[in-house]
């Protein structure tokens, strides 16, 4: 099955991208490992498709004393191969290393992956336990989100008519900074079936937790000092967030958060 006939625009700025995606039906695309399929299976039908992969402002860094300012349209192979600066000892290349395959992170962006937000993606987790803003520019101007917030439930964000992504701005971590990540997958490349992601900063007092692979929304745990130390504590918190139903998904994220948990003081940084 091939994708069911739309417009191509190519916009020359930022700007002529949200004139563009103001119009019913029309959609962002940039590295089009996510909907690309889903033109094809015609699960999505946009009347325009609106590439802003080459935009400037979508590709742009800027390094700021307390984080990093990342364009919409970098691709995952940028992170990896440490073609940007990183604001942490490392974290993100090590993420940006596991999502699919390398034919996928060529062109696959963060951007993307967040606009996307499916539950079972690396980066919705990973950016919601370090503490990531989303920038958004649309008609009404600019806004910025906390990743936990952008995103809505499955497939499902803030964003309204003619907004786009067009940053995301991780902050700094300090060197003795430690980073806790696990996924479970049946085979490398395929979607996680269960995720957590862990940061603990001594230097800003940070302890956050954050749950993906959901059926909804990614859970976190901002303050997760308590749940760090005490595994019941992290099944209560299944339990509570409606994870905890299906007995053989409960054990699976159990596993999955408590080995995230002692990947801290493991794998934090990476050799």
Sequence with gaps: MKAARFDYQRPD?????VLAL???????????QSLGP??????ARPGRLVDVARLAKLRRVEERTDGVLYGAALTHAEFEDGAV??????????????????????RGTIGGSLAHADPAADWPTTLAALGARVHLVGPA????????????????????????????????RSASARFGYRKSCRKVGEFAEAMCAVLVDPAGGTRRLAIGATEARQVVIADA?????????????????????DPAAFRLRRDVIRQAIAALDHESHPA
């Design 22 to 32: 103001a119009d019913d039906g029309a959609k962002a695309v940039a590295g089009g």
């Design 13 to 17: 700025d930022l700007a002529g991208a």
């Design 85 to 106: 600066p990183d604001p942490t000892p490392g974290f993100l290349a090590r993420i940006a290393h596991g999502i699919a395959y390398r034919a996928v992170r060529n």
């Design 225 to 245: 000092g308590a749940a760090l130390g005490n595994p019941e504590i992290v099944d209560a918190i299944l339990r509570d967030t409606g994870l905890a139903s």
């Design 38 to 43: 889903m033109l094809n299976l015609r699960l």
């Design 141 to 172: 101007g600019t806004r910025e989100l906390p990743v936990e917030a952008f995103i809505l439930g499955a497939f499902e964000t803030a964003l309204v008519p003619g907004e786009i992504i067009a940053g995301v701005f991780v902050p700094r």
